[in-house]
């Protein structure tokens, strides 16, 4: 990435037509970012991925402890070497077939070895206390980067009239605020990245990381190209929402529903209003519209917008997910009782539960139980799959 930051800086193309590299070299140091400023975003994001632990450690574990969340996690599965393999090298999902063909060679019943495999899938899962903290450490972030931003850009003249992005540019002076609001909005995404291969592993795995990369890129890319002052407008109003569904996950974790339902009330409403409101009138309509007139388009310009633009297509599909799982709601006469959390399929599911007891005998004791009393429900598993609603950037 190093290289290509300094090549990047060295091919100045990107700039508006009327800048020259004579002008740009001869005010850069003063005006311009510098490749090496980025640098810090990785011992920076390394430092930060540390603290989470210390974190969650010593602060959010005593939180979840105090709210009574369970630290244990599942019932783990009973040790099985033939079910072990064929769930590592095969499939963690067996269809009727496969079921029966495991029932005859390990002479377990059907619904044994579908209650083994609902808790071999739970184990690779965390407890609700490792989701706890996981949502408290982001909330604190959250929490703590959005009260900078707005404390930050509410003496900024460009928050009042976002015509200031664009005068004098590219030739803005980067200041102390923007560079540390820029590096530490960096170092965290880049520590999620990081992260991902420490976590337990979930399903979305490949779309978390594809979205951490593309906030990654777009952060340098409006650095480098100093467009530092839209930018900081951008990340304060994306950091306003994810607040909000981190304090709502915490509170369903805490078993706080209606606190729950409130928080994700909230949540909905400001992420609705501001994506698909505030972004498009205040941010699209100066980085389209005002720039042009300012600037004028230039190569850097249109890739920019574009990824603007990408960007307001996911904000409406997450809207539409979040309208439509509020309506399932409401037409099912369930908001009273309604947890948005474990509404809509998502990756980050919780634990499965089962209408069978967990702490029903062991498999030896229960060989062909079902079939000798000739109701063998092969095939089916008699367990429903939680799964909490999800937000992401």
Avoid at 26 to 40: H, K
Avoid at 99 to 123: A, F, H, M, P
Avoid at 357 to 386: I, R, W
Wanted: aromatic share 16%; proline share 5%; charged share 20%.
């Amino acid at each position: 990435m190093a290289g290509i930051l300094a090549w990047f800086w060295n091919e100045r193309f990107w700039l508006p037509h009327n800048v020259t590299w004579a002008d740009l070299k001869n005010t850069e140091e003063a005006t311009f970012p510098q490749a090496e400023d980025l640098y810090l975003a990785g011992p920076l994001a390394f430092c930060i991925f540390m603290i989470r632990l210390v974190f969650e450690r010593f602060i959010a574990r005593p939180c979840a402890v105090g709210l009574k969340i369970q630290a244990n996690g599942p019932q783990k599965a009973q040790p099985n070497a033939i079910l072990e393999k064929v769930f590592n090298a095969i499939t963690k999902h067996p269809d009727e077939k496969r079921l029966e063909g495991l029932s005859k060679q390990l002479d377990w019943d059907v619904r044994t070895i579908q209650r083994w495999y609902r808790q071999r899938r739970n184990q690779e899962k965390p407890s609700t206390l490792a989701r706890f903290c996981e949502s408290m450490w982001r909330f604190t972030f959250y929490l703590y980067i959005f009260t900078y931003g707005v404390r930050f850009l509410k003496k900024t003249s460009w928050l009042w009239n976002t015509k200031e992005c664009w005068y004098n540019y590219p030739y803005q002076p980067l200041t102390a605020d923007i560079h540390y609001y820029y590096i530490l909005e960096l170092s965290f995404y880049l520590s999620l990245l990081f992260s991902q291969f420490t976590d337990i592993r979930r399903k979305d795995f490949l779309i978390m990381f594809v979205h951490h990369l593309a906030a990654i890129s777009l952060i340098i890319f409006s650095y480098v190209n100093n467009m530092a002052r839209v930018g900081t407008l951008v990340m304060c109003l994306h950091d306003a929402a994810d607040v909000l569904i981190e304090a709502a996950k915490m509170a369903n974790y805490a078993k706080c529903q209606i606190l729950c339902n409130l928080l994700f009330a909230m949540f909905a409403i400001l992420f609705i209003s501001s994506r698909l409101g505030v972004y498009p009138i205040w941010i699209l309509n100066t980085t389209l519209f005002e720039s042009w007139d300012i600037v004028g388009p230039y190569p850097s310009w249109w890739v920019f917008n574009l990824l603007l633009v990408l960007l307001q297509l996911l904000h409406c599909f997450w809207s539409y997910l979040i309208v439509k799982t509020a309506c399932r709601a409401i037409s099912k006469g369930r908001v009273g009782k309604w947890n948005p959390l474990h509404v809509s399929k998502d990756d980050h599911s919780d634990i499965e539960s089962s209408s069978d007891e967990d702490d029903s005998p062991p498999p030896h004791q229960k060989h062909h139980s079902s079939a000798a009393n000739g109701t063998n429900k092969n095939g089916t598993n008699g367990y429903l799959t939680g799964a909490p609603f999800s937000y992401e950037h």
